[in-house]
């Protein structure tokens, strides 16, 4: 599976921005897909999660700013991101684990290339 991240960019705080991960191939519908983050320095964190039932899963920080979505016909994993704060500054990545739900950086099948989202205050 490759995995093709776009739509970062640079906002204002409390604006949105969607961004959107492409996938390869035809079996999608069989991944859990998520979207994680990584601060200059640092390790990547979990920021979201959706399963292949379509549940859903985020860090305590974006809950009820973020939210994640998939459309298997589109081969498409996308993360809304709502009232932006800087602190949501950095590169994100998607990632895909076959047959269960990725929340873990280290259990990842797949990551995309990583898309920058900056946010100004």
């Known amino acids: 599976v490759q995995l093709q991240a776009s739509g970062g960019g640079l906002v204002q705080a409390g604006d949105s921005l969607r961004i959107s991960c492409a996938a390869s191939g035809r079996t999608f519908s069989t991944y859990g897909m998520g979207w994680f983050r990584q601060y200059p320095g640092q390790e990547r964190e979990f920021v979201a999660a959706?399963?292949?039932?379509?549940?859903?899963y985020y860090r305590d920080s974006v809950k009820g700013r973020f939210t994640i979505s998939r459309d298997n016909a589109k081969n498409t994993v996308y993360l809304q991101m709502n009232s932006l704060k800087p602190e949501d500054t950095a590169v994100y990545y998607c990632a895909a684990k076959r047959w269960a739900i990725v929340q873990v950086a280290a259990a990842v099948d797949y990551w995309g290339q990583g898309t920058l989202v900056t946010v100004s205050s």
């Open positions: 959706i399963s292949l039932s379509g549940n859903t």
